[in-house]
């Protein structure tokens, strides 16, 4: 499998090139040069179990890796995962839940992260190579690939993270990793000042190449692909037992990759028969693909703090496929917004997708459903798998079940739980452990400036 750039530019790359390369020199993002049609493998696929099935997708975009090495990368990546079955599906009343916060750091962004992780150290291993990773994360990110890459040879991570605006378990799980190669830097800014520090710094081609620096961002092709996976797994799952031919997902969004990731699920032929894209208060995504124009406000905080975004980088992903694959046109929608901060598509039928549902889930009705979910259906969930939960029950359908994807799990968000059911009753060991360890990390003005200064500084 070949990747070339949204953008149109520089020449395609092999998969591994492209993980390395993670922004596209041209300032655009890596997509497959094909999606592959996996329809006619659905019925044997359907039984496999998680690390099997992740070997069969993920080969279809890696063949430049060998089978045995992509093995051991999915058996190494899921060996840490405390579920037997990686991400077991549960019924929960008028929906199923797809659970993906079993992974070392409690949140989904583990499955992908333990991924790039191991793969980030086997193409290390193979070249004698070294890498700085940059990144930004709005809470999760982070803290999964610190946990990813802690103490590996040859690897050196920097984590920029809005100073105050994570949850305090979420900086946590962050600040007490004090292995050497682990930097924390708590901006004086929002997710999307970090986010545009780290691209900006990334489309600096020399910089780039000269520091080796790397991305665990979900630009970072490795980690949508990596996602695909379990929408094939939780589809087959509840396709199995309640004998549907097709599901529905909804998915709790902030920077658009996870339901990107199902996106190319349903491209690849799963029968999804609807994405339901949900957000909190900071609603740019739900706003787009209910009138078809894409500007951004102010970012506000939320409980659910993930997705306090508000551009969100992997749109031009799906953006580049919805003006017909054309680089000229994608590069001009994509100028208007750096210049005027909005861009428009045109809707067919009064839609931007027909694959897509999209639906704000405001703080009340977040904490509402997190209250009725724990009392009538004994299960409780985190706010951001809430506000999934909460858009997704507007628009289900009689014959497509709903699977709503467990983003993470709940203990990460005490306050939010205590708030929604008036009890302090989401607890994991994991977290208690943190609060006594000690904590480190360095505070920075949210400029370009200063965060090069400091990667210069500390790179390796
Ligand atoms: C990152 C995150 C999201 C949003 O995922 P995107 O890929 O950014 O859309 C939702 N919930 C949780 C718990 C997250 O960590």
Redo the contacts with the bound molecule.
């Keep these: 499998m070949n990747y070339i750039s949204t953008r149109g530019g520089g020449t395609a790359l092999r998969f591994q090139d492209a993980v390395m390369t993670g922004l596209a020199d041209d300032g655009g993002l890596l997509i497959p040069a094909a999606i592959p049609n996996v329809r006619d493998r659905l019925n044997d696929w359907s039984g496999l179990d998680y690390k099997n099935l992740a070997f069969e997708i993920l080969r279809r975009f890696s063949d430049d890796l060998t089978d045995h090495e992509l093995r051991e990368l999915i058996v190494r990546s899921y060996n840490t995962f405390r579920h037997s079955e990686i991400a077991p599906v549960l019924a929960a009343g008028p929906v199923h839940i797809c659970e993906l916060f079993h992974g070392p750091t409690l ?3 583990d499955i992908a992260l333990q991924f790039l992780s191991n793969l980030y150290e086997m193409i290390l291993h193979r070249t004698g190579g070294r890498l700085n990773i940059l990144g930004a994360t ?4 982070g803290s999964a690939a610190i946990h990813g890459v802690r103490g590996r040879n040859g690897i050196n991570i920097f984590i920029m993270f809005p100073k105050g605006r994570v949850s305090p378990l979420q900086e946590l799980q962050m600040t007490t990793v004090t292995d050497a190669n682990v930097h924390c830097i708590a901006i004086e800014g929002t997710f999307d000042d970090g986010q545009r520090i780290m691209k900006n710094i990334f489309s600096d081609v020399p910089t780039k190449d000269r520091l080796a620096l790397g991305s665990i961002n ?1 630009v970072n092709w490795a980690r949508v692909c990596a996602q695909i996976v379990y929408y094939f797994f939780a589809a087959f799952t509840v396709m199995r037992r309640t004998k549907a031919t097709e599901v529905c997902f909804a ?10 990731a199902g996106w190319y699920a349903a491209k690849m032929g799963l029968p999804i028969r609807r994405l339901i894209l949900a957000t909190n208060e900071n609603d740019i995504l739900a706003r787009f693909f209910n009138t078809g124009e894409y500007f951004s406000g102010k970012t506000v905080p939320t409980i ?1 703090p ?2 306090d ?1 508000q551009v ?1 980088s ?1 749109f031009e992903r799906f953006l580049y496929y919805r003006t017909g694959s054309d680089p000229a046109r994608l590069r001009d929608l994509m100028a208007g917004f750096a210049k005027n901060g909005t861009l428009t598509v045109p809707l067919v039928n009064g839609l931007v997708d027909p694959l897509f549902r999209a639906g704000v889930g405001d703080t009340k009705q977040t904490l509402d459903t997190i209250f009725r979910y724990h009392r009538n259906h004994s299960t409780l969930v ?1 706010p ?2 809430a506000v999934g939960i909460n858009v997704a029950e507007r628009v289900l359908e009689p014959d497509a079940p709903t699977i709503c994807l467990a ?2 799990h709940p203990a ?1 968000f005490p306050d939010a739980i205590k708030m929604a059911i008036g009890r302090d009753v989401a607890r994991h060991a994991v977290l208690e452990e943190l609060k006594n360890k000690p904590a480190r990390s360095v505070t920075l003005p949210a400029t370009e400036d200063a965060i090069r200064a400091y990667v210069e500084a500390h790179a390796r």
């Excluded at 709005?138 to 990110?141: C, M, V």
């Excluded at 709790?252 to 990107?260: A, E, H, K, V, Y």
């Design positions: 949140a989904f962004k709005s809470g999760d990110t979900s998915v709790p969004t902030g920077n658009f990759g996870d339901i990107l659910s993930s997705m975004i969100a992997n985190d951001h798998t983003t993470a990460k």
